[in-house]
């Protein structure tokens, strides 16, 4: 399996991006989806997840209302709307495949598989 994550960039704090995942060398509606996301100097942290079929998307209490989980089956993908974007968002964000057989997604890193290499999110104030 290999994820490829792209969108990431430079933008000022208000402003949006949409980051992209796309899954190769498995099915990719048999895996449940989430971004991760780390600052410089912390620990990585839960920011989004959605499960297989998209019947259950989950957030991190700093990015609900704010960022949009979705994927499309059809296109092998998973993305990341993010939309008033704050300075602490700035982060490497990665996304990540479950294989594990369920109707839910995990807010868990060690439940995850496959990750991808990451894409930059910088945010200026």
């Known amino acids: 399996v290999q994820l490829q994550a792209s969108g990431g960039g430079l933008v000022q704090a208000g402003g949006s991006l949409r980051l992209s995942c796309t899954l190769s060398?498995?099915?990719?509606?048999?895996?449940?989806m989430g971004w991760f996301r780390q600052a410089p100097g912390k620990e990585r942290e839960f920011v989004a997840a959605?499960?297989?079929?998209?019947?259950?998307?989950y957030y991190a209490d700093s990015v609900k209302g704010r960022f949009t989980i979705s994927r499309d089956n059809a296109q092998n993908t998973v993305y990341l709307q993010m939309n008033s974007l704050k300075p602490e968002d700035t982060a490497v964000y990665y996304c990540?495949?479950?294989?594990?057989?369920?109707?839910?997604?995990?807010?868990?890193?060690?439940?995850?598989?496959?990750w991808g290499q990451g894409t930059q999110v910088t945010v200026s104030s």
């Open positions: 990540a495949a479950d294989a594990t057989l369920s109707s839910f997604a995990s807010r868990t890193q060690g439940n995850y598989d496959h």
């Open positions: 959605v499960s297989r079929k998209s019947g259950h998307t």
């Open positions: 060398g498995r099915t990719f509606s048999n895996y449940a």
